[in-house]
């Protein structure tokens, strides 16, 4: 199934090249799309078309009020990521996020701190929490990647990972970094490998340039992966897929 994104950077929505983003070498940054018009219209849009589950990622600062006004669009619509910590995930929560999507403050010096995973599930209750697990191959293997995926961390995406942290969070948001806003096709290889050993949703995002990559991803995914569309999406500049589409896959297949 499709889901949707709302992507803020300076309090605008954009599509940027996942891999570009590095504070410490700006010129280095790519973006595919600057929209002239204000999160709240796309939340007002999802909403119109009861799109649950897509994510407000705040890409660096700058971005609160941006977000506040996506989710005050459609409370409990929304999911919300991007510096959520243990202090301040009910807070996000109150302000109008259905879940809070937590990654790089799960980390310290590259491995997954339990003390603080913990305190996050004592924060906010499970059913109201995403782990992103968004990754960057290195040899054979997806390692995730944090503090806007230029950090490589010593935790596998792979069954064990994936079996464990489920017990934590309701869903995982799963970015294919490598590929992430590239629109050249998903990574099929970790779309196969969250399908097989995942025992909860997921939503995996990075490449989709098209309908077939949508139908692609809920065959591989059995209906419990789904999948975020970003650059190829025709409302945030793209012209591989119209969002018109993704809406009449998205009715067909809840229908059947």
Known sequence: MFRPCIDLHDGRVKQ???????????DSLQTNFVS???PAWF????????????????????NDDAAREALAAWPDGLQIGGGVTADNAAEWIDAGASHVIVT???????????????????????SRLVLDLSCRRRGDNYFVVTDRWQAFT???????????????????????????GL???????????????????????GGARSMNDLQLVTDL???????????????????????????????EH???
């Open 254 to 256: 809840t229908a059947s």
């Open 221 to 251: 995914g059995e209906g419990r992966v789904h999948l975020t569309i970003g650059s190829a999406l025709d409302i945030l500049g793209g012209d591989g897929l119209r969002y018109e589409d993704a809406i009449a896959f998205n009715r």
């Open 104 to 126: 790089s403050w799960l980390f310290q010096g590259g491995q997954l701190d339990e003390d603080r995973l913990k305190r996050l599930g004592q924060a906010v209750d499970p």
């Open 36 to 38: 002239d018009k204000p």
């Open 183 to 205: 629109s050249q096709g998903i990574d099929e290889t970790l779309v196969r490998l969250i399908a097989k050993h995942s025992p909860i949703a997921a939503t995996y995002a």
């Open 43 to 62: 939340a007002q849009l999802y909403r119109r078309d009861d799109l649950r589950g897509g994510h407000v990622i705040k890409l660096g600062q700058g």
């Open 154 to 180: 010593q935790l596998r995406v792979d069954a064990d990972t994936l079996g464990q942290l489920a017990e934590h969070c309701d869903e995982f948001l799963i970015h294919g970094v490598d590929v992430e």
């Open 16 to 26: 940027i090249v996942g891999g570009s983003i590095d504070d410490s070498q700006p």
